[in-house]
């Protein structure tokens, strides 16, 4: 089976199959091999590929759809598919919104800088979040018209929660 | 010694005074928000009391409830640790009223340097220098504008309140001034009730040294050399180090002097941390006066061998300190690499979250005061560091490569957190050779080091992602195929599979 | 320096080399047996490579198989560790013959040192006092029992290879005598296979006091003070410290002396361990020496500040010591407690199994070695002892009782372990005065004491088991519903448990 | 609901009951109180009963209807049986074999030193087992004879195999 990764934005091609209860790889540079996967506790895993080993971790966040690679302290939010699916989602017609404003991180809206309706400038400040004991500003990514806020001050988001959409350009 | 202490705090800070006590066979009780009753420092103390809410006010800064727990639960003595209580006098004064021991100086000389404005006066008074700054806190913008002009660009504004970076703001030029003073204003006020704002001359490649003393209550006063705290991030500390490797033993001795100065000139007792900044000519000013256990006291404590925390109770027993301040040395080098859930590569920004995975590393010459476990959700409340890693070895080289060794043996997965970051640090040239001042990260492309790490690894993380994608996809094909067997017409959906597979192979 | 490192071992043991060889940043390569596929010492180094079979002698004993992995990974140089091939002059020979260094003596002082009765004779022309015992091995019961009236019993039975305890046996009278050479003689064959006992005169009340030495290859031979390694069980060391409390500074010097007397007879270098036995008279007598890295080493190198391991890899790579033995100190105090797999109740049987719950300790003055991680099961092929957890203070209280606030804070559920029976070591009367000898777990009732805390213990422990079962129990009726639905005449089933409930309510 | 707790052979009471999400239990002596029971992880519970906190380990093993707990650092095998239960077993008449020579610890056997039909004393040594580099000499529990030995020279046994069996007396 052919899988498609996507890290941080790039995308990686592998070909990985079952065989014998061993997994065998293929990189698209040729690099291919025969790998031990050991899962040594819930969400721990022990790759063997060959002498090189390989811990990491690998778990799903709430409320998303990534996995999570964590190896040598490097966080890595992946998203994969095969490409039997990837034919299949695009046969669905899904698009991603780019009109909204999520939170970075969990955390308390501390104060709203505009309403609905305004028209902002790209870097001018929306609002004002405080998590962990320190204050962020969140600035807006372009120059556009609010839609409609999501939130108000004094609420307590989850990370990714959506603050407030624009009107489309 | 005190029949039972309460700790007033939270974190790994609460552990490391319940080992002490421990250690002194003191019987501990501990306090909690609702967030923390699953939390480390309640898991392993054998009695802890809920205070409900979560906000700092409704519970770790509840003077009133922790008080009345401390009666009922027969403590006669509370440490505050760190942040929180440790630095209100009106909390030390509700101790003394109810009989109850604080650990910690007198409320007066807690009074007299909690105000950093005071603090200014009471150093100069001392003849210890001082960086310029005004006197009292600015009124109005004017008066900021003027000051700013007077000593010149850039500046630093301060809350008189002030810790851990908090209402702290950098401003370079006038027309960030109006803002960054509301900033300040508003975070000053959330974090403290108290919107005051001063302003001080912001020193060029300063280096941040601070002076660890230990005073008794019969005047005796020890310092325990200083430590070098200029890697910073978003005006808080990440890295700290003794000896410095900046300052050579005359300075050393002549700014730990000055430290000893300000103490006693508030007769102060209990451990207490005086912070000063040395700029590029190496001339110093007292920056002011943290009376407190700090954040990074493990490093003095493995380069001199002295407990600190011990001490600190000992010293609120009304014991005498039997030392003698020739016989304190500072001997091998240790490092500090302070441990945070949060996003490097994204302004730092906290990152809770539920810790998946946790392997503390366990090596000669480290030392690890962890607040937190494998299973256990950081919560967003709180401050954002859960561990403090240190190493200790003969020399600063060795203490950097077992820094490295630990690091690179550290497993926490689930929050994002800055270990890479500090392994890239403690492999950078200008931290190598010990040549960097709190300018150290703006000089520093961390971000394209962790970039070039994290791609020499991409092929794995491909492997590792793709193999649990499949296993994980196993499941759900189970259940596909439950339906299907339910779904008895399962034709259809079977030859779109079909069609998808003969598109590709 | 190296160019690669291959660690012949496994465990807690092969942690510590690859931590000091990674700061030395010399790269590392490791081996495993099947059952070790995934222990810590693979996690944890890069690369690893596989011997087939779990005994030592398919695997960790498996000279050829060894010395080919070295020459294909590019390995120059090989650690043994302690165990295994760490004393086996053939391995040492043929890494020599393989161009590998072998991070370890000579093989010719190996073998001087090797066979204990060629050590014994050696100590003796050294000047050094030796235990009485038989010159040769024995080769009959007659010959054993004539030793034995002459010398008068106790005797103690013991391998010429021997090492670990294994092959060793206490003889209180004639009539065991027969039945303990037979089965010295059996563990020494499967052990070593060597099947030679002799006989030595078993002293009572002795102290094991061990001279820590280090020697270069040009002839600068230091000794790191002693370690006090008297609490045993089963002939095997559980508690080790440094310095020893039974001993003062004149004697403490005389017999490390003696240690390095032995160590340059023998022409000397890399880490060696010389052991001694003290009397109750305190005349101390050569007991055997160990060449090679011993497993309470960590006690030395808190006390001194001294890397040993590193100072191992240094003097294989041919460099010089420059120290200098006066600036050698001895300060402070620290203890080592071995955390074995086992069940002190039952005779300290070995109870190896699966770890369900691990939180190592990771306290202010602690250090912990360990090789095993949560979710590893502990094979039955090898050693028991899983970690080794260390304290160190400014005096021996200080360590006591940061042994103690560890040992508490210790969570180690899954396979039974000795970490209670460490407490209450720790906690009494004899241990804390410092008064014992190898005979401490003669005169110790610990079975009382444990069953004591146990009994302490025992409403938590009811609690903890209804209520675990209670939540079991939910799933088990959940497949009793289902059960249900699929019989569906079910009222034969139900009536019956109305019945009981009946009968009790 | 009442349970009846064995633990290394001793037996002990206690009524445990949940309402509105909270456990009530009560010991014959009276003591009785509310209990909050928190899993931190497979196995591992926090349990607070008031300001008193517990920290704990609950599994079973593998082939062993006990339930282990450890705390403390010590290790508890323990029965549980509600009343109900009892009964029905009672009822069903199954009776413990106690002509059987189990292996104490997981290891390997080294020799046997008894053949089938053998008359042997209390102490003597039946079999000779290594586990962890330590050889263990098994004795006869009492004096009988041999009915059936169940395993050879050289086997590896699991915790609890049954080595031997004697004719009942």
Redesign the interface.
Known sequence: ???E?E??GEN?E?E?N?EDGK?K?E?PDG?KGE????E??????????G???????????ENNDE??????????E?K?S???KR??KKMSGVEENVNRIVA?????I??INVEEGDEVDKDSVLL?M????????LKSPRSGKIKKIHVKSGD?VE?KATLLDFFEE | MFKKVLIANRGEIALRIMRAAKELKIPVVTIHSDADISALHVLLSPESYHLEGVTPSETYLNIDKIIEIAKKSGADAIHPGYGFLSENEKFAKACEENGITFIGPSPSSMKAMGDKLRARELAKKAGVPVIPGTEKPITSLEEAKAFANEVGYPIILKAPAGG???GMRLVKSEDELKNSIE?AK??SL??FGDDRIYIEKYLEEPHHIEIQVVADKFGNTFHLFERECSIQR?HQKVIEESPSPFIDNKLRLEIARNGVKIAKAVGYFNAGTIEFLVDKYKKFYFLEMNTRLQVEHPVTELVTGIDIVKAQFKIAAGEKLDWKQENIKQSGHAIEARIYAE?VL?NF?????KI??LINPSNPGTRIDTGVYQGYTIP?????MIAKLLSYGETREEAINRMLVA??E????????N??FH?IVMESKNFLEGKYSTNFLNEFDYVSE?KK??NE??????????????M??KDIKSVDEREKSRWKTSGRIES??KN??R??Y
Not at chain 2, 349 to 353: A, H, L, V
């Open positions: 089976m052919k899988y990764i890290i941080d990686f592998i990985l079952k997994f790889y990189f690099e790998i031990t996967l050991m040594l506790n819930k969400s721990e895993f022990f790759l063997k590929k002498s090189d080993n390989y811990h990491f971790y690998s778990y799903k966040k996995i999570s690679i964590s190896h040598g302290n490097c966080c890595y992946v994969v095969d490409f039997r034919i299949l970075p991180m969990p955390g308390k501390v104060s004002v405080e998590a962990m004991k320190m204050e962020n500003l307590s990370a | 851990g970076g908090r900033s508003r975070e959330g974090a978003r996003d994204n920004n906290p990152s809770p979250g998946v995975g967003i409340y709180y401050d954002s690091l690179n550290y497993r926490l997965a689930g929050v994002k957190n270990i890479v392994k962790i790490i994290r690894n991409i092929k794995n993380v491909i492997l590792a992602a793709s193999l649990t994608y499949k994980m996809e779109i599979y998808s597979f598109l590709l």
